[in-house]
């Protein structure tokens, strides 16, 4: 009995859990629509940046600006 109720209540736990995901995706992303949000870096490249790659770099999903002595 008791084995039976924890496998329902991790069934009720995951269904839960992903609703609450899924409402983040939805809302966060209708929000950033409405605000007129434009997305400029990719996570990956600099494809689309306007910026000046001699002081920006893409690092660990990262966008990086530097200034060094020899720039």
Request: hydrophobic share 40%; proline share 3%; with cysteine.
């Amino acid at each position: 009995m008791i084995k039976k109720m924890s496998l329902q209540m991790i069934r009720i736990s995951v269904i839960i859990s992903l609703m609450i995901v899924n409402c983040f995706h939805v809302f966060g992303q209708s929000a950033k629509d409405k605000d007129g949000f434009v997305k400029i870096f990719n996570g990956k490249t600099l494809a689309g940046w306007e910026g000046d790659p001699t002081y920006w770099r893409v690092e660990k999903g990262s966008l990086v600006g530097e200034i060094t002595p020899s720039t």
